[in-house]
């Protein structure tokens, strides 16, 4: 089954702790995507890479990290520095050069809910 | 700044009954223009995007960039229409980011 998988589905976390969101894409993209997903505020980007070993600041960085140590791979990292981490989160990927990278893939996302 | 303007959060609409779903932006350059579509259970998917010109699914949007709008239309909405729609902005050296949108929930009542 080709595409990009998140997991977990659900995840759940004290207050304080780090946690990594999965995501993984076999439609070898060279372009890998990390959104936020809130209730009346669209999706915003966390974080993007266009190639492996290099990534960008999205809208939203603060509070986030991430590594992309493979073309396949783009796991995100929420911190316990950031304020407001219950989310939902979805990952995307796309090829690149850049106009055709407007068309992205989603994956099925990752609700994250931490108290 | 770039920004993408929903206004409508919700939209319900009866089936066979005309559908405009609004878009509005800000954006001081030329900006390609995309609406993304997901449907209950399924990812978010791209639906078009201005410069194909396309009819998908019966939708159209036609850019107009003297009242910054990208609105997206169906003359006949049908039940299978209902999902949540997002409309997304690209352009100038934002290379691959899109802002999107709050999203527009549109319920089609049989």
């Known amino acids: 089954d080709g595409g990009i998988t998140q997991s977990p589905k659900y995840l759940f976390r004290k207050e304080g702790q780090n946690v990594t969101l999965s995501c993984e894409q076999n439609?070898?993209?060279?372009?890998m995507y990390w959104y936020r997903q809130d209730p009346g505020q669209g999706l915003r980007l966390i974080y993007y890479?266009?190639?492996?070993?290099?990534?960008q600041k999205g809208d939203i960085a603060e509070g986030y990290s991430v590594s992309r140590e493979k073309k396949e791979s783009f796991p995100l990292t929420v911190t316990s520095a950031q304020k407001n981490p219950t989310a939902f989160y979805l990952c995307?990927?796309?090829?690149?050069?850049?106009?055709?990278?407007?068309?992205?893939?989603f994956g099925p996302g990752t609700r994250l809910t931490v108290t | 700044a770039q920004r993408v303007t929903q206004p409508e959060k919700l939209l319900s609409v009866f089936k066979g009954a005309p559908v405009e779903l609004k878009c509005n932006y800000s954006?001081?350059?030329?900006?390609?223009l995309f609406w993304y579509v997901q449907y209950s259970r399924q990812r978010l998917q791209l639906l078009l995007r201005h410069i194909s010109r396309e009819s998908i699914k019966g939708f159209t949007a036609d850019l107009n960039k003297g009242e910054t709008s990208f609105h997206l239309k169906k003359p006949f909405a049908q039940e299978e229409d209902s999902a949540m729609y997002y409309c997304a902005l690209a352009g100038g050296t934002s290379y691959g980011k899109l802002t999107f949108g709050q999203g527009t929930i549109l319920t089609v009542h049989p």
């Open positions: 890479s266009q190639i492996v070993n290099d990534f």
């Open positions: 995307a990927s796309s090829i690149w050069p850049v106009r055709e990278s407007y068309e992205q893939y």
């Open positions: 954006y001081s350059g030329s900006p390609e």
């Open positions: 439609l070898n993209h060279d372009a």
